[in-house]
């Protein structure tokens, strides 16, 4: 099919969901992205932050390729040798002790995550969840009521009860929200889609403390910051603190629809046979990738070098900062960037994709540089390159 035909076909067969750049994308290796007409762009923001270890990473595409022509699915009530392993590397690499349940999406682990809070806190009649003004959970009714932007929650109410936010790095907000009802507290430890805000050491620190206080779940939703992102292989590590429970998507499959939900092993019990389910989860195949991922990540030493590059690309974006009176303020936590403008920022984000850089916007004035965990200097030094040229074109 021609691009034309493919764009016309969308528009006859398929909802209209989603604003959509003019891409048509036919290949991915590591970090370029090939489209019909065989133009090659510099991915600097892959999947949706699904692709932590590029496009079709030799150690995935070798696992998918192992599995595909053994077993692809097979019910959860049967035991998956993949899911087994899949659950113990998490677990290795996470907690000290914890179990993991597994999802197709990083929504779907948000639902299974209130539905385990609402669980913990039934026999004592607790069920309010605070979570976070700017956050992201999802687009399921539960996670988007969880979600703290009034824009996503528009024309689909009555929403859930039992979901009430407050400003973000706030504790003083929190505190003020909990009552004899609240049962957990649910944050990014990095607004993603809320525009690259990371939270204080101290705020987190706080927080457990809270939790602790008042036997509540703290929930770390770590569906963007997770598998290596903020160069660490989840960002909790940042802040010397656990959570007691986990939310992971996103990365985690290579490109493949997986979600998990993992909480510590002192709460397991809260979640009985037939309390909660999902069909297509952990699937011999997805789970299979994301052993892969985990290999890749570790074999090419992808954490320490998410520290040292995104260090590099905001030095490099802190100098662009004091060239271009456009750009406000630069923030990030390994290769979990944002460059928050004094403008919109769609006209540059429109311009990089013209000129081969793909990048993101979020929050209209938020530009977001989320690389593969593997990304070379050079491949920097390109995007930066990129970047001025556009704000250039644009800016004049």
Known sequence: ??????IKTYDDFILNTYG?????????????????????????????????VGHCHPKVMAAVRDQIGTLIHIPNNFYIPNQAKLAREIIRTSFK????????????????????????????????????NNSFHG????????????KYKQGFGPLPKGFKSVDFNDIEAVKGAVTDKTIAIVLEPVQGEGGVNIADKKYIKELRALCNKHKMLLIFDEVQTGMGRTGEMFAYKHYGIEPDVMI???????????????????HANVFKPGMHASTFGGSPLVCKAALG?????????????????????????????????????VRGLGLMIGIELNMEGKAILDTCFKNGLIINCTQGNVLRFMPALNVKKK???KAIYLLEKSIKEVIG
């Open 248 to 266: 992971l998507a996103k990365a985690l499959g290579g490109g493949l629809p997986i979600g998990a939900l993992i909480v510590q092993e002192k």
């Open 1 to 6: 099919m021609k691009k034309t035909d493919i």
């Open 293 to 329: 991922v985990f290999k890749a990540i570790t074999a090419d030493k992808m954490l320490a070098n998410a520290k040292k590059m995104g260090i590099y690309i905001v030095n490099a974006l802190e100098e662009l900062k004091t060239k271009y009176d456009c750009i406000k303020e």
């Open 97 to 132: 002790k914890g179990k993991v349940f597994f999802c197709n999406s990083g929504a779907e682990a948000n639902e299974a995550a209130y539905k385990f809070a609402r669980a913990f806190g039934d026999t004592s009649g607790r069920f309010e969840i605070i979570t976070m």
């Open 139 to 150: 687009r399921t009714l539960g996670a988007m009521t969880a979600t703290g932007q009034p």
């Open 379 to 381: 491949q920097v030094d």
């Open 20 to 52: 959509r750049t003019d891409g048509v994308f036919v290949k991915g290796k590591g970090m370029n992205l090939t489209d019909i007409h065989g133009k090659t762009y510099l991915d600097f923001f892959p999947g949706w932050g699904v692709s932590n």
